[in-house]
């Protein structure tokens, strides 16, 4: 890590964004550097000034998050949207999930199911989840089980343990889907067996009642 941190620091001194953008994840993470969140601030502005779309997303966590910087929500939602605008899967999934918490933005389920999706369409796992989520509730969208189902799959079938759950949950209660306990029971083994622990007691619950 120092010796990557040494080969980062000699290109991003020469103004080139995408090490700017490394070396400041090197700073946030504390790899080859001591952690430092003002020297990883300072590092993804640099690049996110040129356009880096990884370093404006990272730059809206540092506002988002108050590392680096003062918090600032507005300032997160301005850099999200800028990397999001230019079509990144992370940055359209932050977006959505600012529009949907009205963090730093008027509370907007429609906008957050808009940006949502554009994320989910390039296999963003988190953004699926999400989506469903909307989809479930009808937040922002028709309410739509059999909707929320496609998106809690495609999220489950990355490892998400929350999706797996959900699922689970769907194919348990019959909602967009046929009921199949035998399908709920695996869904709920996969979430279980990471440690999720709703999922640890429904899979309970099915070996309790058969």
Request: glycine share 10%; aromatic share 18%; with cysteine.
């Amino acid at each position: 890590y120092k010796e990557a941190v040494h080969w980062y620091r000699k290109a991003a001194e020469q103004d080139y964004a995408p090490a700017q953008d490394y070396l400041g994840y090197c700073y946030q993470n504390g790899e080859g550097v001591e952690q430092n969140y003002d020297e990883a601030f300072k590092w993804y502005k640099k690049a996110a000034e040129q356009g880096d779309t990884n370093a404006q997303n990272n730059l809206g966590n540092c506002y988002q998050n108050g590392e680096g910087v003062e918090q600032d929500y507005k300032q997160a939602v301005h850099w999200y949207k800028k990397a999001a605008e230019q079509d990144y899967a992370p940055a359209q999934f932050n977006l959505g999930r600012c529009y949907h918490n009205g963090y730093g933005v008027e509370q907007d389920y429609k906008q957050a199911v808009f940006w949502f999706k554009k994320a989910a369409e390039q296999d963003n796992g988190v953004a699926q989840k999400n989506l469903g989520n909307c989809y479930y509730y009808g937040e922002g969208v028709e309410q739509d089980y059999e909707e929320a189902v496609y998106w809690f799959k495609k999220a489950a079938e990355q490892g998400d343990d929350l999706a797996q759950n959900h699922l689970g949950a769907c194919y348990a209660n019959g909602e967009g889907v046929k009921q199949d306990y035998e399908k709920a029971v695996f869904w709920y083994k996969k979430a279980a067996e990471q440690d999720y622990a709703p999922a640890q007691h429904a899979l309970g619950r099915c070996y309790y009642y058969g």
